[in-house]
């Protein structure tokens, strides 16, 4: 799963604008065949007396963490992940103005589950199935 945790200042986005934000997101990891119940994303929204920087309160300022679980990132390929992340943040923050940062961490597959299943292997027929469904559900892992 990659979860988006996007910390904004209040108002910087409206419902709409989160709902194409999250959509955005979403569509990026599906073309790459993740299903979309995978990606989640949080907008945490700070007032400007509770977000410093340098310690300085600050509201023209985003900061995004993404974890990413379902795929690892091979080190070969992380800068071109990171272009994409920004291909996919630039309309709701650089050219909205806001000063931003983003960090992606890695976490291990073996370490995940959703609503107590195991997530299936990468690209199998299992993945297929969960995301033509859009949902987690049972499946026998069988040895090749």
């Known amino acids: 799963m990659p979860m988006w945790v996007i910390t904004c200042p209040p108002d910087a986005y409206s419902a709409e604008d989160k709902a194409a934000f999250a959509s955005r997101i979403t569509d990026l990891y599906q073309r790459f065949g993740l299903p979309r119940f995978y990606v ?6 700070v ?3 509770n977000f410093m920087i340098g310690g300085e309160a600050t509201d023209d300022f985003v900061r995004i ?8 990132t091979p080190p070969d390929r992380a800068r071109r992940v990171m272009e994409l992340v920004n291909e996919t943040l630039q309309p709701f923050v650089a050219d909205r103005g806001f000063r931003w940062e983003v960090h992606v961490d890695d976490t291990p597959f073996e370490m995940w589950s959703i609503q107590g299943f195991f997530p299936p292997p990468a690209g199998s027929d299992h993945e297929k199935r969960w995301a033509a469904e859009n ?5 026998e892992l069988t040895e090749a």
């Open 65 to 72: 963490w993404i974890d990413h679980i379902a795929r690892r």
């Open 135 to 139: 949902k987690a559900s049972a499946y």
């Open 40 to 45: 989640t994303v949080f907008f945490q929204e």
């Open 47 to 49: 007032a400007k007396e």
